[in-house]
T-cell receptor
Framework: AQSVTQPDIHITVSEGASLELRCNYSYGATPYLFWYVQSPGQGLQLLLKYFSGDTLVQGIKGFEAEFKRSQSSFNLRKPSVHWSDAAEYFCAVGSNDYKLSFGAGTTVTVRA | ETGVTQTPRHLVMGMTNKKSLKCEQHLGHNAMYWYKQSAKKPLELMFVYNFKEQTENNSVPSRFSPECPNSSHLFLHLHTLQPEDSALYLC??????????????FGPGTRLTVL
């Protein structure tokens, strides 16, 4: 089986500051990894995904994530956050054998 | 209209009511999903349809009944719900039924409140 842990329930960051959201997964083989964002009142939107190849993945809205197999992590980063980045962020892991498993989410608050 | 749409966006119902949620995808995808999203919990996969055939029922109570008349439309029929069923119900679609690897595209959800 596979699972995802997002250790941070809530993060507050100042506008213009950097942001890093943590994601740890549990899966024996090479996983398929996703980050989704959910703005208030909206569904989930894909930010980026990793299947293979370069372990640093670029996504939309200036986000990037790095796959580290040795740490079973897929942390999401943004160098400079904007007020519009306030949302809930979900990490998900999938594979050819199992359905997509989501973490419980991290809520990001951006202060002026 | 593009993407995945869901109606209604908000629904309040009593425990004895019968209502339906509707999802429509305009992406030409072959797989559609229902998820339940409760506060601070991971998304719970409820049902999966691939080419109109139900391929997954994740131990969902029978008071939730899905219907997929074609690859573009998905319904969730609700009856005799409980207050703990109050949640955001999300519909998603993907190109194929590769549950763990395909990118899923989500609708905005229906916020359901059961009184």
């Amino acid at each position: 089986a596979q699972s995802v842990t997002q250790p941070d329930i809530h993060i507050t960051v100042s506008e213009g500051a950097s942001l890093e959201l943590r994601c740890n997964y549990s899966y024996g083989a090479t996983p398929y990894l996703f980050w989704y964002v959910q703005s208030p009142g909206q569904g989930l939107q894909l930010l980026l995904k990793y299947f293979s190849g370069d372990t640093l993945v670029q996504g939309i809205k200036g986000f990037e994530a790095e796959f580290k197999r040795s740490q079973s992590s897929f942390n999401l980063r943004k160098p400079s956050v904007h007020w519009s980045d306030a949302a809930e962020y979900f990490c998900a892991v999938g594979s050819n054998d199992y359905k997509l498993s989501f973490g419980a989410g991290t809520t990001v608050t951006v202060r002026a | 209209e593009t993407g995945v749409t869901q109606t209604p966006r908000h629904l309040v119902m009593g425990m004895t009511n019968k209502k339906s949620l509707k999802c429509e995808q305009h992406l030409g995808h072959n797989a559609m999903y229902w998820y339940k999203q409760s506060a601070k919990k991971p998304l719970e996969l409820m049902f999966v349809y691939n080419f109109k055939e139900q391929t997954e029922n994740n131990s969902v109570p029978s008071r939730f009944s899905p219907e997929c008349p074609n690859s573009s439309h998905l319904f969730l029929h609700l009856h005799t719900l409980q207050p703990e069923d109050s949640a955001l119900y999300l519909c998603a679609s993907s190109q194929e039924r590769e549950l763990g690897t395909d990118t899923q595209y989500f609708g905005p959800g229906t916020r359901l409140t059961v009184l």
